[in-house]
């Protein structure tokens, strides 16, 4: 970073991280979609970043491209692949042609909080799931967490009929297209970046997602208000290509993954925090939330619980079932 980049108290940009990189230092570019300004996600990502420039000097180096700066999470994943880029940590509803055990995370109300993802993600259970896209050429590394998914529309949303007819962005994930059709809506597959422009323009009405992201892309400037529904899980994992992952000296990877690992722990612990201050900043920048009555968040379960049924030989019963015990 030059000195006037700090003088002028510019944010960290990709093309200014690279500056730090020297002749013979192994380059991983990380790239994601969302900002990174009080995100989970862009906040780790920053973290990791630092730790491995500063401990691994000489060694290695770290880029990180937000924002979609560098791919969309469709084209993350092949270009992966394609070893142009080391890491990415997408939501797990992007992961649908790699593997359908992350199938589980989609299903509306399967998790009653973050400590029960938390707790599923760390058991067998869950940390089998890390290894399910190897035989693709994926290796899960961590999970990452965002939090629980609020509903947004241009009009209010109390009960599961107010979404009846009103077209939703989803993920590109068939557990959410389910989810949207049991309450009648209309879901339209799309890309982050494009979720702001399609609700200010009437593409689409409405949209699911967590508080960091609502503040983050600022939805609650093109929508009515957010209806705090807590109905779904929005996570990460953190992923890199076997082939890469493989090339790499012993050493090298180890302590990679162990400042990897730190990382997650360390922002996973916080993600209450990050959470509450995120909800707290849409508030402040004027956008609406209404919460439910226990009567009417109820209303919201009875009319998407059922999309579970028709996942389960994806994700498995055995864990659901891990899943629900966790809860109780
Ligand atoms: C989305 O597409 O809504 C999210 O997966 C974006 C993100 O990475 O949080």
Redesign the pocket.
Known sequence: LTSTAIALGLAITASAASADCDDGEMVIKFS???NTDKHP?GIAAELLRTRVNEEMDGTACMEVYPNSTLYD?DKLLEAMLQGDVQLGA??L??FETFTKVFRIFDLPFMFKNMEAVDAFQNSENGQEMMSSMERRGLAGLAFWH?GLKQFSANKPLLMPEDAEGLKFRV?PSDVLVAQMEAIGASPQKMA?SEVYGALQQGVVDGQE?TWS?TLGQKYYEVQDGITETNHGL?D?MVVASVDWLDSLDDDVREQFLTILQEVTEERNAAIAEVDAAARQGVLDAGGTIRELTPEQREAWVEAMKPVWEQFTADVGQENIDAAQEINA
Do not use: A, E, R
């Open positions: 994601h979609v969302t996600k999470d997408p939501s509803s992007k965002n993920q982050f997602n992201n929005l990460y």
